[in-house]
């Protein structure tokens, strides 16, 4: 079946969009899912997402990870499916769709390029001994290092992921060095099972975890840089409970086709 897709990126984190409002493509396989997603034999991207209809919604949003399986929320894929919803004309300024966390709204800029959403609320935070560990919609473990430019993130990011406490289910882990104007974040994805550009749930994770070991609370504003880019997130905080948790960027169409799925 040949299929009609649009290749999106935010901050390097980089997606198949396909408008299934149709339903064309109906429960995709893992070995469809993956063979798309595949650098060298497909398009190529950290995930696929299908934008259908939902009743009571602008759109629902569906994301399968890079290795085929059907995935939890992503941030950066959340605001590419925003753009990718303007484009198609289903929205203006504003949105409220559904993914597999839950409603999310969102604003996107006049010309489509630059996309605020909001992300779930946050009430629990644990730690396992210096890290942090939290869910913004998928789980994820924070660390703060030293040097983090010269960090092998491939290899400590995967032996962190499958060790005895999260091999079963996974997790994101997020390695952040703390530059006071902004904190520097990289990340290995489970999915994807490398380090990626960017992660949107991450440095949401990040800024989040950061706040809680500064004691900040209030209204909080954190940049952040990723290998892809530069992103920001804003919260609240009143030092239980993180509310009101907007993750925004950049989200690009960077080109579209057509191909053969199986």
């Not at 605001?79 to 996107?108: M, Q, W």
Request: with cysteine; glycine share 10%; hydrophobic share 35%.
């Amino acid at each position: 079946m040949k299929i009609h897709f649009y290749k999106y990126q935010g901050a390097g984190n980089d997606f198949i969009l396909v408008d299934n409002r149709e339903k064309l493509l109906r429960n995709p396989s893992i070995e469809t899912v993956a063979g798309l997603c595949d650098r060298r034999f497909g398009i190529g991207a950290d995930g696929l997402m299908l934008l259908q209809h939902k009743e009571g919604f602008d759109f629902e949003m569906v994301y399968y990870n890079a290795d085929g399986k059907e995935g939890s929320m992503c941030g950066n894929g959340g605001r590419c499916i925003v753009a990718f919803a303007k484009h198609l004309a289903i929205i203006d300024s504003e949105t409220n769709f559904l993914a597999v966390d839950g409603p999310h709204y969102a604003k996107i800029s006049e010309n489509g390029d630059w996309v605020s959403l909001q992300m779930i609320d946050v009430d629990r935070v644990k730690t396992d001994q210096d890290a942090f560990v939290l869910n913004t919609g998928s789980p994820h473990y924070v660390q703060q290092v030293e040097n983090l430019q010269a960090k092998n993130v491939y290899h400590d990011g995967k032996a962190i992921r499958n060790n005895e406490t999260y091999v079963l289910n996974g997790i994101n882990v997020n390695f952040v060095e703390d530059f006071e104007d902004h904190y520097f974040i990289r990340t290995f994805e489970r999915g994807v099972e490398d380090e990626t550009y960017a992660c949107g749930t991450g440095v949401t994770a990040v800024a989040l975890a950061m706040a809680k070991k500064k004691n900040l609370t209030g209204n909080i504003s954190s940049p952040v840089r990723v290998l892809g880019g530069k992103l920001n997130i804003r919260f609240n905080y009143d030092g239980s409970k993180f509310t009101d948790i907007f993750l925004e960027g950049p989200a690009e169409l960077v080109f579209e086709g057509e191909i053969e799925a199986n």
